[in-house]
T-cell receptor, first 113, second 117 residues
């Protein structure tokens, strides 16, 4: 089963409202990446975080990596209809010895205009 | 520059039939991945190649699934025989491989959607 969990599974917001998705791992992650998948599309890379406590911003998106490197969050300020899609976190689990990303189950965002 | 190319985009077969998916990664990307994505779920790794070597195939159901990456470029994923539960999207991704425990950014193809009847 998946060792990287995301909440919520689904969120419906009005355009202009903020949105946050949370990612939690049962084990320490060497790094965390975030991907966006539009309906009917494929995952597209957004960002990578490597350092404990790291915060990165991309316009209205703010990404955070927890101090213990077991959790992460993505916050979108003032959502737009173009933000619609499913957001996945993905990390390399340090206790597996496998250098491959384990994806979370994703948070599906719907934005009402 | 062309992205990761997969074919076919869609495939409908009856159970117990064989099926094959093809992937052409981005030029110069030595790491290639096959992921399986069920509806409403995140991608799950099936196999990872470094050049032509399968370095992580622990999640590949080897009784019916096989993969190859001849010459370290294109790759083929085969299922024989297919079962109803194999209906899913099969995603191919490539990367430059990263360093240490980091994978680098993954570039995904459009995926091959399999329906087993």
């Amino acid at each position: 089963g998946q060792q990287v969990m995301q909440i919520p599974q689904y969120q419906h917001v009005q355009e202009g409202e903020d949105f946050t998705t949370y990612c939690n791992s049962s084990t320490t992650l060497s790094n965390i990446q975030w991907y966006k998948q539009r309906p009917g599309g494929h995952p597209v890379f957004l960002i990578q975080l490597v350092k404990s406590g790291e915060v990165k911003k991309q316009k209205r998106l703010t990404f955070q990596f927890g101090e213990a490197k077991k959790n992460s969050s993505l916050h979108i300020t003032a959502t737009q209809t173009t933000d619609v899609g499913t957001y996945f976190c993905a990390g390399v689990l340090m206790d597996t010895g496998r250098r491959a990303l384990t994806f979370g189950s994703g948070t599906r965002l719907q934005v009402q205009p | 520059e062309a992205g990761v190319v997969q074919s076919p985009r869609y495939k409908i077969i009856e159970k117990k039939q064989p099926v094959a998916f093809w992937c052409n990664p981005i030029s110069g990307h030595n790491t290639l991945y096959w992921y399986l994505q069920n509806l409403g779920q995140g991608p799950e790794l099936l196999i990872r190649y470094e050049n032509e070597e399968a370095v992580d195939d622990s999640q590949l159901p080897k009784d019916r699934f096989s993969a190859e990456r001849l010459k370290g470029v294109d790759s083929t994923l085969k299922i024989q025989p297919a079962e109803l539960g194999d209906s899913a999207v099969y995603l191919c991704a490539s990367s430059t491989g990263g360093s240490g425990s980091f994978t680098g950014e993954l570039f995904f193809g459009e995926g091959s959607r399999l329906t087993v009847l």
